[in-house]
């Protein structure tokens, strides 16, 4: 039988919400564990770079595998893959072991978040691609949030252990979804002369062919290099330079994840993929404007972090849809792959610099100078994103219902 593609949507979009919050929950759960047993930042910082590093390194390496294997098929086989390995850091406590377990599970990330890109069109069409995307990023943003305050609750509650079980479950979950609804995305036909590193470069020749992504990308990088120092300069700012108490500080991160959900769940559906370009402009733009604003003028501190998260989730969402538009389907998944390292290892970067340089200026003059190289970054790229407009895709819809039907005929 048919199925709705709303409904396929709403349940492949619950799954990754509860995947992204049992991730969030465990490295939570291993932060405090690590703490307890005594050991050094430097230990703590390690975890961190463990997890997020083989999305830099992993990504774009296994970016033709996107486009040689059937998606559907490798979602399955990659999150249950993903849960062995989640089952295994409920099992140890061993630091190494712990360490190697991240960099597994992050490089099983660096698979399937670009795959689930690739899927969302197979769901509900190439002319509401951007409706997909903003709902698979709504049920991320919740799962991001309820992650961590839960994660903390239930340690008291039932135990580290049984909290890192759960996060094995929710990658069990994602599998039994992808199993049960079948969804697929055949791949497409690919130059048979190129090798594994030839189609790895293929996707980043991609990105920088098109006239769009060529200033699109590297923009967006450079500004999320100045954009992340504000993770660790809030911290300074909030504690030192407001004098905020622990639910304060507590409430002004909210306040960015609190944006971005908003921004997900009722204004990205509403903008039209012809203004895709614009959106990513303005959003990188507002966040710069936003940032410096926050640093420089405190009364208006909680509403700037909610408008630095709802330019954060534009931003997110732009760059996939101009991929989407702009990207040859049998190169998409490489092209994925490439643009999300990129934007992580900007990530990474700005993360890095932000302690030496909250150390040096402060934590507001390390917001204002976020904020500052942001707001530089989105207006050098900006003449350029306001000449493109994309093309409508509506006007040869593919239907989303013959691609998302179980082939067997159910």
Known sequence: MRRNPNVVLSVVAAAYGLSSMGDQMAMVVLTLRLHDQGRSGAVISALVIASVLPLVV???????????????????????????????????????ATIVLLVLLGAGLAVVSPTLQLLVPEIVGDADTTRGFARLETFRSVGNVAGPALAGLLVVGVGHRAVLLGNAGSFAVVAGVFLVLRIRREPAAGDARLGWLGQVRQGVDVLGGDRLLRVAIPALATAVVFTAMMNVARVF?????????????????????????????????????????????????????????????????????????????????????????????????????????????????????????????????????????????????????????LTDPTAHPTSPTTRTTNPTGD
């Open 58 to 96: 992993v990504g774009p390496l296994a970016g033709p595998l996107l486009d040689r294997v059937e998606s559907g098929r490798l979602v399955v086989a990659v999150t249950g893959f993903q849960a062995v390995v989640a089952l295994g850091l409920a099992l140890t406590t061993d630091v190494v």
């Open 237 to 389: 700012y909030i504690r030192d330079d407001l004098g905020a108490s622990d639910a304060g500080y507590g409430w002004l991160v909210t306040a960015h994840t609190l944006g971005m959900l908003l921004a997900a769940a009722f204004l990205a559906t509403r903008i039209p993929l012809t203004w895709q370009p614009r959106v990513l402009a303005g959003a990188g733009t507002t966040m710069g404007a936003a940032l410096f604003v926050s640093s420089t003028v405190p009364v208006f501190a909680f509403a700037a972090f909610v408008i630095t998260g709802v330019a954060n989730a534009l931003q997110n969402l732009a760059i996939r849809n101009l991929i989407h538009a702009r990207v040859p389907r049998e190169t998409r998944g490489r092209a994925f792959a490439s643009s999300s390292a990129a934007l992580n290892g900007a990530n990474l970067t700005g993360t890095a610099l932000a302690g030496p340089v909250a150390t040096s200026l402060g934590g507001a003059g390390a917001l204002q100078l976020a904020g500052a190289g942001t707001l530089l970054a989105s207006l050098t790229a900006a003449p350029t994103l306001l000449r493109h407009r």
